[in-house]
């Protein structure tokens, strides 16, 4: 079993950024970054291949960007020009390995509140 640690998450004033971490124990697969607000449902903020494929959700392009150290095992998301709908706890997941259907590894979030 793989344990995810997030860090990096505080608060912070619209327009601003910050730096999450995800550090993993051993080696991952896919990964990504979810959100979930408080009432609403959990949303897949980005996603990262072991190779480096990216993809985004349409709220966060152009303003987050996903990135992996491989040699680490750390995954990063690095969130620029914070919006306060942005406010969340952000979850790191993982994929054991490219056979694997469903993340099964998941941090324990980190919160991230953005004020006006």
């Known amino acids: 079993q793989v344990q995810l640690v997030e860090s990096g998450g505080g608060l912070v004033q619209a327009g601003g950024s910050l730096r999450l971490s995800c550090a993993a124990s051993?080696?991952?697969?896919?990964a990504g970054w979810y959100r979930q607000a408080p009432g609403k449902q959990r949303e897949l903020v980005a996603t990262?291949?072991?190779?480096?494929?990216?993809n985004y959700a349409d709220s966060v392009k152009g303003r987050f960007t996903i990135s992996r150290n491989n040699v680490e095992n750390t995954v990063y998301l690095r969130m620029n020009s914070l919006k306060p709908e942005d406010t969340a706890v952000y979850y790191c997941?993982?994929?054991?390995?490219?056979?694997?259907?469903?993340?099964?590894?998941w941090g324990q979030g980190t919160q991230v509140t953005v004020s006006s």
């Open positions: 990262i291949t072991r190779g480096g494929s990216t």
């Open positions: 051993g080696s991952i697969s896919l």
């Open positions: 997941a993982a994929k054991s390995s490219i056979m694997t259907t469903d993340y099964d590894y």
